[in-house]
């Protein structure tokens, strides 16, 4: 079965400062996707960014981006010039095979100073 | 592009009652819409994957017969919470898979759904 496991349960940054969020998955298959979903305080669910396994560019959104290292099966978000409105819950999570379940992390909470 | 909505966004209801909650999608035909629920500060948990016009597949430990899910069309699929106990309290959030469009293969979640048993 597939895990995906994010090692940091909370972390913080200062405001225009930048953040590294990590994950780590475990898989046997070849092709699959991997995402990055921000919670806020209301919860609802934000797909902030997405990679596809057989892409070896890193994905990018605008001050998101990742560090996508397949051999290794790691999946880090960086967020850059942070701001208080990215304060919240983000959730890695990994797609494949034919059912398209998504297994979540257990999350990192962030935390952005003023 | 890509909305999911849901319908309550909270209900209070009694101990024994049925609740039904609604997730549609707004801009979008969704073949397979999910079902999950997250407890305070945890993650999600999938509870079931709901294909337009078929059974819905129930992951283990959760009870097919306490949550009806049903997937009528392409944008709405329903989950009946029946005979609802306190322990049944929990914030529920379906998604819709999204395919073809907009960005493929990629899950839009709905705002969820507080619900509380007394």
């Known amino acids: 079965a597939q895990t995906v496991t994010q090692s940091q349960p909370e972390m913080s940054v200062q405001e225009a400062e930048t953040v590294t969020l990590s994950c780590t998955y475990d898989?046997?298959?070849?092709?699959?996707?991997l995402f990055w979903y921000k919670q806020p305080p209301s919860r609802q669910m934000i797909l902030v960014i997405r990679q596809e396994a057989y892409k070896q560019q890193n994905a990018t959104e605008n001050r998101f981006s990742v560090n996508f290292q397949k051999a290794a099966k790691s999946f880090s978000l960086k967020i850059s010039d942070s701001q208080l409105g990215d304060a919240a819950m983000y959730f890695c999570a990994y797609e494949g095979g034919s059912n398209y379940k998504l297994t979540f992390g257990k999350g990192t909470l962030l935390t952005v100073n003023p | 592009g890509a909305v999911v909505s849901q319908h309550p966004s909270w209900v209070i209801c009694k101990s024994g009652t049925s609740v039904k909650i609604e997730c549609r999608s707004l801009d979008f035909q969704a073949t397979t819409m999910f079902w999950y629920r997250q407890f305070p500060k945890q993650s999600l948990m999938l509870m079931a994957t709901?294909?337009?016009?078929?059974?819905?597949?129930?992951e283990q430990g959760v009870e097919k017969d306490k949550f009806l899910i049903n997937h009528a069309s392409l944008t709405l699929s329903t989950l009946t919470v029946t005979s609802a106990h306190p322990e049944d309290s929990s914030f529920y959030i379906c998604s819709a898979r999204l395919a073809g469009v907009f960005r493929a293969d990629t899950q839009y979640f709905g705002p969820g759904t507080r619900l509380t048993v007394l």
């Open positions: 898989t046997s298959e070849s092709d699959y996707y």
């Open positions: 709901s294909n337009e016009g078929s059974k819905a597949t129930y």
